[in-house]
């Protein structure tokens, strides 16, 4: 029988597809149609066996049978010449008898909500058809502890879980015993902390619960069955549901994103990924209200594990749910019955899949001549560039965390048993260090602090060594911030004041400026309690907004995505061709700024806790971004007792001062010295008007009007007055000297008020804000080294684990399974689909990014009387002031498919910065650098693409183009004219032997007046400008003429949030660099470093091993000192000879090289 003239019919006339038409109508069965299939096939036996149909049945509820993916896949399975299709009609299948039901050699049969699944069972003991889907199986796949056991079975991996069985019919012998602590449940014995999951035992209940932990603001997000654009909603509720039975497992980290996977038979199985419900909880749709998902590339182990679920429930057509984390695959879910929505290459694979299955089964029984086609495998496809535009590979970035409330600190040696006991207790003898950050812990000190004040109280005479004053602020302050009073703070709960504990095996090694009693023998622990340095809400509109303006960076995104500016990157996430990966210390306020900047980068909405657990990866446990302060180098206790030495003289600075202050000459450093002229009178001035300050505090406090006065952030007169009434006392000391360390607190101090308490309008605060940053200028910067091989060593000695990382970051250039990949055969309207860019952003404190940017001023990466590039890069860091919140440094990689694998040239490495934040009155001193990708006017004029990228504007089907560069520089007081538009490289002869276009810092410029921003330069020309709209409405507004520096207000800041200062752009510091280069340096430097590390570590073990304490484990994760750590480098050939062609180049990379020495104490995984 022909396909033409029989594809809808059989013999008697029956319709191939009794549902559904060619237009995809649907359509019920009717009485005839009942007697027909009866007549067909039940009565007529004595037709030719040979002419016989094979009958598939769908027996489903209606809404299933009727979806648009049946529908599509049972049209595609009827052009088998020897296939019909019969759809069970739901009242059929409800109202009658299974001897009623329809006849069928094989039956699609599945559950859903009001399927009768017994009388299913019944019709297949009936008349025994083939079935697709085993029946029986079905009650199992609807309890989630069946699930379970079975995946277990199967020696599948799955989150660890436990049981909480509530359950009066399935006692099974197990004891239900959940004891729940603030953050942790323990479930039979099974711990579980936070974050963990919440499953009800029953698969139809969707209500999923992901508890937080209070250091990340505590809460739960509450997962739903989607309504409308929503799949779930952050809670405030922390604790665990009483009524019911539920699975409790540990909480996989999948960046957010989710991948389900469907199987057809155990040899087919197609993947895609989604965002994550419980990410922000918006569902994203596209213009068909679908949920938007993209197919993912399964790895052969994923294979393997789709085979096994296939098989181990019975299912051939089966959904499961797989989260990809720490470099594994876990199963979480196992759905059943399920198809893809929307792919027509799926419905063609699903088709023919279950046709020949079906055809393998029964054509044989029938006598039907049937073989099945062997086909070529799928080749897949390469995806290649085109001219000699550069690929962006990698992105990474360094960024200072955001405006935060002032921070506070009070030291104290104790030497009382019970803070012994405490400091045993938490382990701190393994490293000599112990941090206490949770409300328990802090409860707990807070109580030893209570009882040793209390027994001054009654025994004056007891022999107590800890100062009364001392222990009183320190009951005091925990008292303040403890969770009783926990609303004055804010909800971060743990997250806001630490205290910390170091093992001082001989006692204070000197008085510090606080503590200036007769030094005492033995072993005591220094407390140092921390409190404040939370961030503000500006500094969540910051991180935000800057997230937002960085996806400006990367290239392309019209289309659907026309007007509106950076849309490129997010074409990229969301269509998995992005490798993200955020890490953050472990700071409160460096994770909440961390979570902020991806909730802006990655267009998310709702609350910050769901992205923080989901986004952003802890790095404390390796000293990648985190640092103790108050553990100082050899170098810099030397370099502090020289600032102290010379801010100590009462007299005008001489020649001699400013050599020895700054022997570098930088700018910023000469004018703060000329600014201060005398320290000591300066100081005088500063603290006669800190004493002004809280004068007028108190004033306020005696006046009734100010009664209920709040300040910003909630905070009131009282605390106000407390802060800086502390800085008062500290300040200046009992011998009449000052204490400088304190010189950064009042800044920050002043700097916040200034800020964010203006309207209290207090006198003078101007001025103290002039002096005191003018002598933080000073103290701050030369803290991290005075000249530059003391810069250097310190700066090692923070971040030398960082360096590593983002060594190894450009390194990878081959691909990496972790990541989900696109795949290339099923992505219908994206062009290039094996594109793939890695983003790493690491959001630290300042002493990092001083470290960082030592580390490139000072480590001899270029020469500054060779390359003048570098030169006015130095010029222009000498003047930068400070280095203010959301500073960065960015770092860019970029592949030329067009030169040599071998060649250096094939990989080319730019580096860029900014100083965060203006602050009050910068414009005055705004330093001015070159902008944002600057190159030749010459190389200019050769470009026939201003884009380095393949334009993601290709991709189809956004075919729409911008009429003109999207202009998002509107009133940025920064914004110079000046040449900004080449996407391309500069190669080196340009750079030497044709002028640049840069301007020549400070006061002179090379360009022409007739150069225009165009391409992306001109997009990110004034990427973190001033006044930052919403960028949806930034690309239809006029263009406006940039605004002169000195006729915009300090307090210019993002549009609609007053008070939130502005950011300045970033500045290209080089954009020539081969990755040859940097990978030297950086080799360089990390073997320097690792050799002055291990021998302070050496140093600090020996200290342990003089006193009869506890053995210490150096090689503990938690050791603050970082060991060497020698990476294992490819033996054939160099580092940058290690990419392919473009068809084998991506910028995923391999797993990370692992650590050669053992007595390493941090170390990477694979992102």
């Not at 940053?773 to 810069?791: N, S, V, W």
Request: negative net charge.
């Amino acid at each position: 029988m022909s396909e033409s003239s029989g594809q809808g019919m059989c013999n008697s006339g029956l319709p191939r597809f009794l549902i559904g038409s060619e237009v995809g109508e649907i359509r019920e069965l009717d009485d005839t149609d009942m007697r027909n299939i009866s007549g067909c096939y039940g009565e007529d036996e004595e037709e030719d066996q040979s002419e016989r149909q094979i009958v598939v049945g769908i027996c489903s509820m209606m809404k299933k049978s009727k979806s648009k993916p049946m529908t599509e896949i049972m049209e595609r399975l009827c052009k088998f010449e020897y296939i019909t299709v019969v759809i069970f009609p739901e009242e059929v299948i409800l109202n009658e008898p299974v001897e009623k039901w329809p006849l069928c050699d094989c039956l699609i049969s599945f559950h859903s909500k009001g399927f009768p699944l017994d009388k299913a069972v019944s019709y297949a003991k009936l008349r025994n058809p083939l079935l697709i889907n085993d029946l029986n199986m079905q009650y199992f796949i609807q309890d989630r502890r069946e699930v379970y056991r079975i995946l277990q079975e199967e020696g599948i991996d799955l989150p660890r879980y436990a049981v909480l069985n509530r359950d009066p019919d399935r006692p099974e012998g197990k004891e239900c015993n959940l004891v729940e602590s603030e953050d942790h449940v323990e479930v039979n014995g099974e711990v579980f902390h936070k974050p963990f999951v919440e499953k009800p035992v029953s698969a139809e209940d969707h209500n999923v619960y992901i508890y937080y932990p209070t250091s990340a603001g505590g809460g739960s997000q509450r997962l739903f069955r989607k309504i409308g654009s929503r799949s779930s909603v952050y809670s405030p509720e922390s604790t665990v549901r009483k009524t019911g039975s539920y699975i409790y497992e540990e909480f996989m980290p999948t960046d957010g994103t989710d991948v389900k996977v469907y199987t057809v038979g155990p040899d087919y199985a197609h993947a895609e990924a989604r965002k994550s419900p419980a990410l922000d909880g918006k569902v994203e749709r596209d213009s068909e209200g679908k949920e938007i998902r993209y197919p993912v590339m399964l790895t052969a182990m994923e294979k393997l594990v789709a085979r096994k679920v296939c098989l181990a429930f019975k299912q051939t057509v089966c959904g499961f749910d797989l989260l990809r984390a720490n470099g594994h695959s876990f199963v979480c879910d196992v759905n059943g019955f399920s198809f893809v929505k929307n792919s027509m290459k799926y419905y063609d694979d699903c088709a023919k899949v279950l046709g020949n299955m079906v055809m393998r089964e029964l054509a044989p029984q029938f006598h039907i001549p049937w073989s099945i086609p062997m086909e070529a495998e799928d080749i897949p496809i390469v995806p290649t560039t085109s001219g000699t535009m550069m690929e962006l590979r990698c992105v990474i970035a360094v960024i200072r965390h955001g405006d935060r409330t002032p921070k506070q600190k009070m030291k104290m040696e104790v030497r009382n048993a019970l803070f012994f006991e405490l400091f045993e207790k938490y382990g701190g003898y393994k490293t000599g260090k112990l941090k206490l950050k949770k409300p328990k812990q802090l409860q707990e000190v807070l109580d030893i602090a209570r009882q040793l004040l209390a027994e001054l109280v009654l025994h004056n005479d007891c022999e107590i060594e800890e100062k009364k004053s001392k222990l009183e602020q320190l009951k005091t302050v925990l008292e303040m911030e403890s969770s009783l009073n926990d609303n004055q703070y804010g909800h971060f709960s743990g997250i806001n004041r630490k205290v910390q504990l170091t093992y001082l095996p001989n006692g204070q090694p000197k008085a510090s400026s606080e503590e200036e009693d007769a030094l005492k023998e033995g072993p005591s622990l220094l407390l140092v309690l921390k409190w404040g340095g939370e961030l503000t809400p500006a500094g969540r509109v910051q991180a935000e907004e800057l997230g937002r303006a960085f996806r400006c960076m990367y290239p392309g995104g019209q289309g659907d995505y026309a007007g509106f500016p950076g849309c490129g990157l997010l074409r990229l996430h969301s269509t998995y061709r992005h490798d993200l990966k955020i890490y953050a210390s472990d700071e409160g306020r460096v994770q909440m700024t961390a979570a902020a900047f991806a909730k802006g980068l990655l267009a998310l909405e709702g609350e910050l806790t769901p992205i923080l657990v989901q986004m952003v990866k802890s790095a404390n446990m390796n000293g990648l971004l985190d640092s103790d302060s108050d553990s100082l180098t050899d170098c810099q206790q030397r370099v502090k007792a020289r600032l102290h030495e010379i801010m100590q003289k009462n007299k005008d600075f001489s020649e001699e001062d400013y050599n020895k202050l700054a022997p570098t000459g930088s700018p910023s450093l000469v004018n703060s010295m000329r600014v201060i002229v005398n320290p000591v009178r300066t100081c005088d001035h500063v603290h006669t008007l800190i004493k002004s300050l809280t004068c007028q505090i108190c004033k306020r406090l005696e006046d009734p009007k100010s009664a209920d006065l709040q300040l910003y952030h909630s905070e009131t007169l009282e605390l106000m007055l407390q802060r800086w009434s502390k800085l008062e006392r500290d300040f200046r000391m009992k011998n009449g000297r000052y204490d400088i360390s304190k010189i950064p607190d009042i800044y920050d101090c002043v700097k916040y008020d200034t800020q964010h308490n203006s309207s209290l309008n207090l006198e003078d605060t101007l001025e103290l804000f002039r002096l005191s940053r003018a002598l933080a200028d000073i103290i701050i910067p030369q803290e991290y080294g005075i000249t530059k091989a003391e810069k250097l060593d310190i700066a090692s000695a923070y971040c030398l684990p960082l360096v590593k990382k983002i060594q190894l970051d450009l390194q990878r250039t081959h691909e990496d399974e972790a990541v989900n990949k696109l795949h290339p055969l099923y992505s219908r309207g994206v062009m290039s689909p094996g594109r793939h860019v890695r983003t790493r952003l690491y959001f630290t404190s300042e002493s990092h990014v001083h470290s960082l940017l030592s580390i490139f001023r000072y480590g001899g990466l270029l020469d500054e009387q060779k390359d003048e590039q570098w030169k006015q890069a130095m010029d222009y860091l000498s003047a930068v002031t400070e280095l203010n919140y959301m500073t960065q440094i960015v770092i860019m990689l970029y592949e030329d498919n067009n030169k040599d694998p071998s060649s250096e040239e094939r990989f080319h490495v730019e580096l860029h910065f900014s100083p965060g934040v203006k602050g009050c009155k910068d414009e005055d001193n705004a330093p001015m650098g070159f902008g944002f990708r600057p190159a030749s006017s010459e190389n200019h004029e050769k470009q026939t693409n201003p884009g380095s990228l393949e334009d993601l504007s290709q991709d189809e089907p956004d075919r729409a183009t911008l009429t003109e560069p999207i202009n998002i520089q509107r009133k940025s007081p920064l914004i110079r004219n000046r040449k900004a538009g080449s996407m391309e490289a500069l190669s080196e002869s340009n750079t030497s032997s044709r002028g640049l276009a840069y301007r020549i810092f400070p006061s002179t410029s090379r360009q022409s007046p007739e150069i225009k921003p165009s391409g992306l330069g001109a997009q990110c020309a004034g990427l973190f400008s001033a006044s930052f709209p919403n960028l949806r409405d930034l690309t239809r507004a006029p263009r406006k003429k940039p605004s002169s520096l000195r006729n915009l207000s300090s307090q210019a800041g993002f549009e609609g949030c007053s008070l939130v200062p502005s950011i300045y752009p970033l500045e290209t510091l080089h954009n020539s660099l081969s990755l040859k280069q940097v990978d030297e340096f950086l080799t360089a430097l990390c073997k320097n470093g690792s050799e002055a590390q291990f021998k302070r570590l050496k140093s600090l073990s020996a200290m342990f091993e003089s006193h009869s304490q506890p053995s210490i484990d150096v090689d503990s994760q938690e050791t603050p000192v970082s060991v060497p750590v020698q990476l294992k480098q490819p033996a054939a050939q160099p580092l940058w000879n290690t990419s392919g062609p473009s068809s084998t180049v991506s910028s995923a990379g391999p797993s990370s090289p692992s650590v050669a020495e053992p007595s390493s104490n941090f170390g990477f995984n694979n992102e």
